[in-house]
């Protein structure tokens, strides 16, 4: 029989309580788990039982967690800290020359600079598997909260991001939004005012990706409209071919552009002011300390000095 201990800090009962506390709407996070809501329901209540408190309320539709259920979250942070924790101790007396880096790359960046270098990576470590992820933003927090991937590839600063305290960053480039558009009118130009910007309608990331919000924050401190979406999608290349194709406008990170110059229909152009944000490897504070780890991102260095970041994406279109 188990003990309450044992029904409260079962993987399965953290995992489900941890996604309806970022949800907080138990439609959505039974969908994510893969199971039905009444069974999400039941486990929960089963939690709340064992403990001895409601860890939810509602509040109209809404969903809030109690001063229990707040208790229990910090409870269940600490357990996944001192868990991780103890696994990149065990870890970092391990070879540097085998085991897996597992990496989750946003799915908005242009990733063909981080496949090469695997290729490269590769050849000089056989014994290493390098696991390449394509990832929400999401997608990427929860693996890095769960320990599940080693490294993630993403852009910063991220206001999203609450808790930083367990985490480091490792600077790769600094990059930049430019608008995109097939307007004759803007052949010369350099340069574009945001309010210049929302003449035609756009296509863009759907709601809540990372470049969808930093567009919709710089248009909010300029003071300018919001651009009309009428389409989204969820990486550069599927963005940038409905603009060729269409009379819309779109704006997307310049080492995209880069690695996939505008055709002459097309015109690219910087924001005044200019949109800026950087590339990043994020990781867990002492992962880099993981030999297997720090040698990944030492050869990266090295990699990055022998020919930077941008001149590598400018030969992708010359292949």
Do not use: C
């Amino acid at each position: 029989m188990k003990t309450t201990q044992e029904s409260i800090f079962s993987s399965k009962t953290l995992t489900y309580f941890l996604q309806l506390a970022e949800t907080m709407n138990y439609t959505q996070a039974a969908q994510i788990l893969g199971i039905t809501q009444p069974a999400l329901t039941q486990q929960i209540k089963k939690l709340e039982r064992t403990v001895g408190a409601p860890l939810f309320y509602s509040v109209g539709k809404k969903l809030r967690l109690s001063d229990a259920g707040y208790t229990m979250l910090n409870a269940t942070h600490s357990i996944y800290n001192v868990l991780n924790k103890a696994t990149d101790e065990i870890q970092q007396t391990t070879s540097a020359t085998q085991g897996t880096i597992n990496i989750g790359v946003l799915a908005s960046i242009e990733d063909h600079v981080f496949e090469d270098f695997a290729i490269k990576y590769y050849e000089a470590n056989p014994n290493v598997i390098i696991s390449l992820h394509m990832l929400t933003r999401k997608e990427i927090w929860e693996r890095l909260e769960n320990n599940r991937i080693d490294l993630a590839v993403m852009y910063l600063p991220d206001e999203s991001i609450k808790n930083w305290k367990p985490y480091q960053s490792k600077k790769i480039i600094q990059d930049e939004l430019l608008f995109i558009s097939g307007d004759e009118k803007l052949a010369k130009k350099k340069r574009i005012k945001f309010k210049d910007t929302t003449l035609n309608p756009w296509v863009t990331y759907p709601e809540n990706y990372y470049l969808d919000q930093v567009v919709k924050e710089s248009y909010k401190n300029q003071l300018a409209d919001l651009p009309t979406a009428v389409a989204r999608f969820t990486t550069p290349q599927q963005i940038y071919r409905f603009v060729a194709a269409t009379n819309t406008n779109t704006a997307l990170p310049n080492s995209f552009m880069v690695a996939n110059p505008a055709t002459d229909k097309l015109h690219t152009l910087s924001f005044e002011p200019a949109i800026k944000f950087d590339l990043n490897f994020v990781f867990r504070k002492d992962k880099d300390q993981i030999p297997r780890i720090k040698n990944f991102l030492d050869e990266f260095d090295t990699y990055l000095r022998a020919e930077d970041y941008i001149s590598r994406l400018q030969k992708i279109n010359q292949k």
